[in-house]
């Protein structure tokens, strides 16, 4: 059994579905990223894991224990950020995180010891005495993170951890969730797609309560129609021939005229299954004395993989 | 330390984090001695006794109670912290007692901080101070079952001010339960048993026994009765919530 598992579940709101029949399994060292857009119920999803609501069908457990008929001792493994990172207003940073830890049932030294490393790796000790209420939103986030990682548990979920954080913030967000994901299973909510490749070893898409999607990063970015292809621009204004000996190569599927451009052209070389090498078109280019501005694989993005899962979706 | 305790000392340090704290213990004890003193004549009265400091009592606590508690479970809704301590691991129970008593403990301090005119009936005469002793209790576990009553309130909604108004109401009925305005709603459809059921909830039949220096323990025991079940009505508010 993995560390974070969920049996279909089903959440019903009144006459709305917000989750709509969602399993998955999560073991130790995988960081897997919950992928949708706003609203898809990935909050309503890491609520019910978490044990703060209740499924209206299906289980949910954290290291085996039933976050609802076993909670306290599923609570005990978990560490959990709610949406918007939530914190008492009123306390100061280091009494909120003491007062998390004795909830925890940690005593004052074993308090002390693990605050202190907390401090360092959260980097709150500029604000450990501030109310919270007067902290940047970048600093709000950390007193979460530090509250679900008080106790050092086996299962973290975070939802949006980096929602509202500045470039650097993001950036060392990321790094400390990547730097605890080898000891832990963690699962992380985000609709920044970018996100996902930084951080996740699996993402899994949702949209309308659905799951789309269950793969890697590098699986979902297989499935993009731009997936291998390969963005040529030559300075004419008519490709035709540069088409036509494109089209002769082998592994070459289809070339499609992308953009043109203040007299430049810029041709996009959708292969079959990334065989046409990218120094076999440079040569043949070449031996007709077609000189290539720009030549590279386009990347493809999660953007477009995601629009096309939940796009395909739409028209079922 | 148990959680209780912990959710003891958060919620009431929470109480003094802002100066809403000292706004209501300056409200509270000028309305109880502005009460005593113009309305009841405590001093053309010529008696040494706080007989008409306490008769304010049930009425001042129909509002100031539900003021007390409103915060307890609506503040934590409204701000999404109600989900980071209901995933902590701890009984549920033990969440509830602790505000409870945080809010208890508040109510407490503004009744000793009247302590001044207990003295005052002393230094002016020889009052009954067993009386007063026990009037002092009935009027902290009223508080206590008013504060309650409107946690177990606060529990369903995030917004305070609809948990204060609902309070108030709902503790008015409890207040008025001895009065003809409710008896006589009841009266023309309910058998005799509901009838004096309705009228044995009676906040100020109870709270005068108390002060009255009769019939004290039925009367404590309804208070402490009330209390208990309004915290278990709280523990399944919280529960029923959740799985909405």
Redesign the interface.
């Known amino acids: 059994m993995g560390l974070v598992e969920a049996q279909d579940l089903y959440k019903r ?1 009144g006459s709305l579905t917000a989750v709509d029949g969602i399993s998955f399994k999560v073991e130790r060292g995988e960081v897997v990223g919950f992928l949708g857009p706003n609203g898809a119920g990935k909050s309503t999803a890491m ?1 019910i894991i ?5 499924p209206t069908s299906g289980q949910a457990w954290i290291d085996g224990h039933n976050s609802h008929t076993d909670a ?2 599923a ?2 493994k ?1 560490g ?1 950020l ?3 990172a ?6 100061s940073v280091g009494a909120y995180l003491g ?2 830890a ?4 940690m005593s004052k030294s074993q308090t002390r010891k693990r605050l202190a490393e907390l401090v360092e790796r959260v980097h709150l000790i500029d604000v450990w005495n501030q109310r919270i209420d007067s902290l940047s939103k970048g600093f709000k986030r950390r007193v979460g993170i530090a ?1 679900a990682l008080v106790h050092d548990p086996d299962v973290l979920i975070l939802d949006e951890p980096t929602d509202g954080l500045d470039p650097n913030q993001k950036f060392e967000m990321r790094s400390l969730i990547r730097g605890i994901a080898p000891k832990k299973a963690i699962v992380i909510s985000t609709h920044i797609l970018e996100e996902v490749e930084a951080v996740c070893s699996r993402a899994i898409i949702i949209a309308k309560g659905q799951m789309l999607a269950d793969a890697t990063p590098a699986e979902l970015l297989a499935r993009s129609p731009d997936a291998g292809s390969i963005a040529v621009t030559l300075a004419v204004t008519d490709p035709q021939r540069a088409i036509e000996i494109i089209s002769g190569e082998p592994g070459v599927a289809r070339v499609a005229v992308a953009e043109r451009l203040n007299g430049t052209t810029r041709l996009l070389v959708h292969t079959s299954k990334n065989q046409a090498s990218a120094s076999g078109l440079l040569g043949a280019l070449g031996r007709h004395n077609i000189a290539a501005d720009e030549f590279y694989l386009q990347r493809p993005t999660l953007d477009d993989v995601f629009r096309q899962i939940t796009a395909s979706r739409r028209e079922h | ?1 148990g ?1 209780t305790l ?2 003891f000392r ?1 919620e009431f ?2 109480y003094f ?2 100066p809403v704290a000292a706004v209501f213990l300056v409200v509270f004890l000028a309305l109880s001695a502005g009460l005593t003193f113009l309305m009841s004549g405590f001093f053309e009265r010529g008696t040494a006794d706080l007989t008409g400091f306490f008769f304010w009592h049930p009425w001042l606590f129909l509002v100031l109670m539900p003021a007390i508690a409103m915060r307890l479970w609506a503040e934590e809704r409204r ?3 109600i ?2 301590l ?6 549920l129970w033990q969440i509830v007692v602790g505000k409870w008593l945080a809010a208890w403990a508040f109510a407490g301090l503004a009744l000793l901080l009247t302590t001044p005119l207990w003295i005052t009936v002393n230094v002016l005469g020889s009052p009954d101070n067993g009386v007063i002793v026990a009037s002092y209790i009935g009027s902290w576990l009223m508080a206590g079952a008013f504060l309650a009553l409107s946690a177990a309130i606060s529990g369903l909604t995030k917004s305070q001010v609809l948990a204060f108004i609902a309070a108030t109401a709902v503790s008015f009925l409890f207040v008025m339960a001895g009065f003809d305005l409710v008896i006589s709603t009841v009266r023309s459809w309910a058998p005799t048993v509901v009838i004096d059921a309705v009228r044995s909830m009676s906040f100020l039949g109870h709270f005068q026994h108390i002060t009255d220096g009769v019939l004290e323990l039925p009367s404590i025991i309804f208070f402490v009765s009330l209390i208990v079940f309004s915290l278990w009505l709280n523990i399944r508010v919280i529960e029923v919530k ?3």
């Open positions: 709101f609520k978490s044990g703060f609501l209740a306290i001792a609570r005990r978990l959990y709610p949406e918007g939530p914190a008492y207003a009123d306390m007062f998390v004795g909830m925890h049932g509250q | 330390m959680a912990l959710v958060r340090a929470s984090a802002t701000n999404g912290t989900e980071l209901m995933t902590l691991p701890v009984q959740k799985a909405a």
